[in-house]
């Protein structure tokens, strides 16, 4: 055995699943249906495609999947026509503040070996910046280009379409400082300071901040029922809908904390509204920033994560040559039994 191959034991593969049809991908995670009424000039029009709601929640099912095997069972030969790994990092490359055994020996060693290194993230919590400081505390220098967060990919749709207003956020530190490293305004902080509770009377007075053009939404540990209102009235103004991504929840341990898709899910059921873009895994906007901005090809790339519905998934609907599920987050070695 190689001592690449040994150094990619913790990570468990899956044999390949059928590939899904180009029929099968939502080309676009854009509704249609939400236009501002604030300034039509700061927002081109985007594409007109259908929002598919149900892509979110399918992913290949336990039964299509055969039994886990090792990767080295295949190394050095599958590896050698991989370019690229894109690994995800909570629940694949750390737990917490914890580096997962024999993680960052196998990036090591993928380096060694001239392999390409992209960390591509649903977690909106923390910055690329943020994320440079926790790869060195782990010992891995990394660059920020290697990183792809859903955080700056939801600035990035923003700015992809010259959005020249405000954006109200729901969400953690890293969304606000992914906004404004791309030059986009973070409209007042709404729900922060103020107490939850809102009467009817309150809601009435409630009135959108001028210039607020979009709200983006990510996991938020203060989440409140002030914001939920608010984000609502914002979306029924004609604001935009930016989700981070879709993931419900985070196992911690043998519990399953909410993750950004319930803030999304709340915001969307409370304004009635779908969300106009999805900005991490595995929607098409991501894909299209790991092609066109950071020049990936799929078909020379593998996939890592420990989630069927947004790792793996994407890995599936790009066409990636190789998909990895390590079986150490979400996904764990019990739920597929021998
Ligand atoms: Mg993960």
């Known amino acids: 055995m190689s001592s690449?191959?040994?150094?990619?034991?913790?990570?468990?593969?899956?044999?390949?699943?059928?590939?899904?049809?180009?029929?099968?991908?939502?080309?676009?995670?854009?509704?249609p249906g939400s236009k501002s009424?604030?300034?039509?000039?700061?927002?081109?029009?985007?594409?007109?495609?259908?929002?598919?709601?149900?892509?979110?929640?399918?992913?290949?099912?336990?039964?299509?999947?055969?039994?886990?095997?090792?990767?080295?069972e295949h190394v050095p030969g599958e590896l050698d026509s991989i370019d690229t790994f894109i690994f995800d990092c909570d629940g694949v490359l750390w737990k917490g503040g914890n580096a997962i055994n024999g993680s960052i020996e196998a990036l090591?060693?993928?380096?060694?070996?001239?392999?390409?290194?992209?960390?591509v993230t649903n977690n909106s919590a923390h910055s690329r910046a943020e994320m440079v400081q926790k790869f060195s505390r782990l010992g891995l220098d990394v660059e920020k280009?290697?990183?792809?967060?859903?955080?700056?990919?939801a600035a990035a749709w923003l700015k992809a379409r010259n959005f020249c207003e405000k954006a109200y956020v729901i969400g953690e530190r890293g969304i606000y400082d992914e906004l404004e490293e791309l030059g986009i305004e973070v409209a007042t902080r709404i729900g922060d300071a103020d107490s939850s509770e809102m009467t009817d009377a309150e809601f009435i007075e409630l009135e959108v901040e001028e210039g607020v053009g979009a709200i983006v939404v990510g996991g938020d540990s203060a989440f409140n029922y002030r914001k939920l209102a608010y984000a609502s009235l914002c979306l029924q103004q004609g604001c935009w809908f930016v989700a981070t991504n879709p993931?419900?929840?985070?196992?911690?341990?043998?519990?399953?904390?909410?993750?950004?898709?319930?803030?999304?899910?709340?915001?969307?059921?409370?304004?009635?509204?779908?969300?106009?873009?999805?900005?991490?895994?595995?929607?098409?906007w991501l894909l299209e920033?790991?092609?066109?901005?950071?020049?990936?090809?799929?078909?020379?790339?593998a996939v890592v994560g420990d989630r069927l519905d947004t790792d793996i998934r994407?890995?599936?609907?790009?066409?990636?040559?190789?998909?990895?599920?390590?079986?150490?987050?979400?996904?764990?070695?019990?739920?597929?039994?021998?």
Request: proline share 7%; with cysteine; glycine share 6%.
């Open 4 to 31: 690449l191959s040994r150094s990619l034991l913790p990570l468990r593969a899956l044999r390949p699943l059928p590939r899904l049809s180009a029929k099968s991908y939502p080309k676009s995670w854009v509704n």
């Open 37 to 72: 009424a604030l300034s039509a000039a700061c927002k081109p029009a985007v594409s007109a495609k259908k929002f598919s709601a149900n892509a979110l929640k399918a992913e290949p099912s336990a039964e299509a999947i055969v039994h886990p095997r090792y990767l080295d």
């Open 108 to 119: 090591t060693a993928l380096r060694r070996a001239g392999k390409q290194l992209f960390f």
């Open 145 to 153: 280009t290697e990183i792809i967060g859903a955080a700056y990919a």
């Open 247 to 284: 993931d419900a929840a985070d196992r911690i341990g043998s519990r399953l904390k909410p993750g950004a898709g319930a803030m999304v899910a709340a915001v969307k059921e409370a304004a009635q509204c779908e969300p106009n873009v999805i900005a991490g895994k595995p929607s098409s």
């Open 289 to 301: 920033l790991l092609e066109n901005e950071y020049g990936i090809k799929m078909s020379r790339t």
């Open 314 to 338: 994407m890995g599936r609907l790009s066409g990636a040559a190789m998909t990895v599920l390590t079986l150490s987050g979400v996904r764990i070695v019990a739920h597929f039994p021998p």
